[in-house]
């Protein structure tokens, strides 16, 4: 295993110098400082994020992000207060998703009715296509 560079002096001489909070602390031998290296956590693939930040936008719950893509909505809403992403503002209209295959998404397309009188977009989701729509809601 290579030597973790010291942050304060750049020098790669350290010894080992003890656990801290479950994370191994070194002390560098040219001038001594004490310090511990990053903590390896789980990585979640950024295309994970991106698709969580995108439904998000769009006006899809926290929990709801988390059945689709299978991250924790806590994460969810972590990456949101990280990229600084504003929560949709609430309107008459309410979306609305389905998971289709390329077969059913083009059969859906071919009915001029299924795309009138709503906004839409789709995106990949893996080897499927996620198709959120927005339609006013009925006034009673």
């Known amino acids: 295993m290579s ?14 110098s003890g656990v801290v909070g479950g ?3 070194f002390k560098c031998k040219k001038c001594g400082y004490h310090f511990s290296v990053a903590k390896v956590g789980r990585e979640v693939n950024t295309y994970y ?15 709801e992000i988390e059945r689709l893509l ?38 859906f397309f071919q009915n001029p009715n299924n795309v009138k009188g709503a906004g839409m977009m ?6 499927k296509y996620m198709m ?4 006013r809601f009925k006034a009673s």
């Open 70 to 107: 299978g991250v924790s909505h806590v994460s969810v809403m972590n990456w949101v207060k990280k990229y600084g992403m504003k929560a949709p503002r609430q309107t008459d209209y309410h979306p609305t998703y389905k998971i289709l295959n390329q077969k059913e998404l083009a059969e």
């Open 23 to 25: 994370r191994q602390r």
């Open 122 to 127: 789709v995106t990949e989701l893996g080897d």
């Open 132 to 135: 959120i729509r927005w339609e």
């Open 3 to 16: 030597q973790p560079a010291c942050p304060k002096c750049e020098a790669t001489e350290a010894t080992k």
């Open 49 to 63: 994020v991106i698709k969580a930040l995108q439904l998000y936008v769009e006006g899809v719950s926290y929990r």
